[in-house]
């Protein structure tokens, strides 16, 4: 165990702002590192972060395959 008791600023860049206790700020469900103040800080920051952002990877080393949507709304096939 190793309890970070470190303040994160938000990721936003023009929030800035800064924890006022430990673990205040959510986390990005995806990466799992990077912080939001708030939901709207990650909303606005996501075009770009979702440059950045990578779902934690598998232990598992298996290639990866494409999964391709199931949808049958009618794709015109020319
Ligand atoms: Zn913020
Ligand atoms: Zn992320």
Redesign the pocket.
Known sequence: MDEESAYYECHYAPCARIEREPRQFSI???????RYCGTQCQQRDWPY??K???ERPHRECAPQQLMLPHRTDGAPDR
């Open positions: 990005c469900g995806r990466c799992q590192e990077t972060h979702k950045y952002c990578r």
